[in-house]
Nanobody, 121 residues
Framework: QVQLVESGGGLVQAGASLRLSCAATGGTFRNYNMGWFRQAPGKEREFVAGIGASGVKYYGDFMKDRFTISRDNAKSTVYLQMNSLKPEDTAVYYC???????????????WGQGTQVTVSS
């Protein structure tokens, strides 16, 4: 089991960039597949991006062109770089850890508390 803490969210204007971080403790970080999800009010949780233990990256629909996921195993941290933010990107962003690469939330076993991203027009 791993504990996850997200940071880096905030209020920005459309077109701005943010980098979210997710620090992991309590497990062997390099062995985990890591993912980012988001949930907007009244909507289902949505897959944003994932990165496998091997470093392979995968993205949700419409995410790849603006979002980039990366990991630093030495720091036990996964990042989500978000560029050209739009108001529709407003959501709570969650970090998650799992034992296999997946686009679906139920494959991830450990979750952070989330960080709010708000994009104003």
């Amino acid at each position: 089991q791993v504990q996850l803490v997200e940071s880096g969210g905030g209020l920005v204007q459309a077109g701005a960039s943010l980098r979210l971080s997710c620090a992991a403790t309590g497990g062997t970080f390099r062995n985990y597949n890591m993912g980012w999800f988001r949930q907007a009010p009244g909507k289902e949780r949505e897959f944003v991006a994932g990165i496998g233990a091997s470093g392979v990256k995968y993205y949700g629909d419409f995410m790849k062109d603006r979002f980039t996921i990366s990991r630093d195993n030495a720091k036990s941290t996964v990042y989500l770089q978000m560029n050209s933010l739009k108001p529709e990107d407003t959501a709570v962003y969650y970090c998650a850890a799992g034992v296999r690469t997946s686009f679906t939330s139920n494959e991830y076993t450990d979750w952070g508390q989330g960080t709010q991203v708000t994009v104003s027009s």
